[in-house]
């Protein structure tokens, strides 16, 4: 941090999806530079033909070749892309998943080096980024190795209608009764009341567990995850001082509004919880 602004790293995503336009249009408004200070990874040529493509005139990136030289005055661009890449809109090619990975790795470089303060990402295309450098099934696995501390991630969608966190992330739904365990639960319970606490200044987070069967097994009789695993972990969690709660069956929970009670909710699998999370709060996201 320098100046009292953080350094933020956005990289680029995919070249021919929306993450230029997204980008372009947020640092075009001045008024970012008086919170932080932007440096966008990719390609400034790249970045030129979004810009003329969008129809837009009066906006540059100042290019510099580290992080250590952002003008914090101005939008940043590091150029770690090859610029003969050719744009292809709303294509998927190889040549865009390459470029997505070598800007998310040189930001994630710098920011375990600490010349970034915090990571932005723009969307990248799942598909055409794997590679033998990047076999994972989005961010936040990769991120998890990247920055592998012996402790596992948490997902998080965020916005000011709820917080919600996912226990198994992104993991094909076949495969998600297999990471139900009183551990795991408790695992990620920690790190988000420690989330909560420490990026969000709930001094006392309340966190809501969602069952994972339909009516939250009801009492084994649809599933016996919550009698074996989920209500021993908010036990467990609660003896260590965490204010979990639940099992909840999600149908009733979200549609009840009973979010609304809670500083958090864990959700066992990835739709589970961005479901209602997307529906109840897209338009304010």
């Not at 790293?9 to 997204?22: A, H, K, L, P, S």
């Not at 493509?53 to 290019?63: A, K, M, P, Q, S």
């Not at 567990?209 to 972990?233: C, K, M, S």
């Amino acid at each position: 941090m320098e100046n009292g602004k953080l350094k933020v790293g956005i990289t680029q995503g995919d070249i021919n999806g929306i993450g230029y336009e997204v980008i372009i249009k947020t640092l075009i408004d001045n008024r970012i530079l008086d919170f932080c200070t932007p440096i966008v990874y990719g390609s400034s040529k790249i970045a030129a033909f979004h810009r003329k493509t969008l129809g837009i005139e009066d906006f540059n990136l100042n290019v510099i070749t580290s992080a250590a030289d952002a003008n914090p005055r101005r939008a940043n661009m590091i150029n770690c892309v090859d610029d003969e890449v050719k744009v292809d809109l709303s294509k998927s090619t190889p040549e865009a998943g390459k470029s997505a990975f070598m800007a998310l790795e040189r930001a994630t470089d710098d920011l375990k080096a600490g010349l970034i303060d915090v990571l932005v990402t723009a969307p990248i295309n799942k598909k055409n980024i794997q590679s033998d450098a990047f076999h994972f099934p989005g961010h936040t696995e990769f991120l998890e190795q990247k920055f592998a501390t012996g402790k596992r991630g948490l997902m998080l969608s965020i916005c000011d209608v709820m917080r919600v966190a996912i226990l198994t992330g992104h993991l094909p739904l076949r495969d998600v009764y297999r990471y139900i365990n009183v551990d795991n639960i408790v695992e990620k319970l920690e790190i988000f009341n420690q989330s909560l606490k420490a990026d969000f200044g709930v001094m006392r987070p309340r966190i809501a567990v969602l069952g994972l069967n339909p009516h939250a097994g009801d009492n084994g009789l649809l599933g016996t995850e919550e009698q074996d695993a989920i209500i021993p972990a908010i036990k467990k969690a609660n003896e260590n001082g965490i204010l979990a709660f639940g099992p909840y069956p999600p149908d009733g929970f979200f549609g009840a509004g009973s979010f609304k009670s809670f500083d958090g909710v864990l959700a066992m699998y990835h739709d589970q919880g961005l479901v209602p999370f997307k529906a109840l709060s897209m338009e304010q996201c």
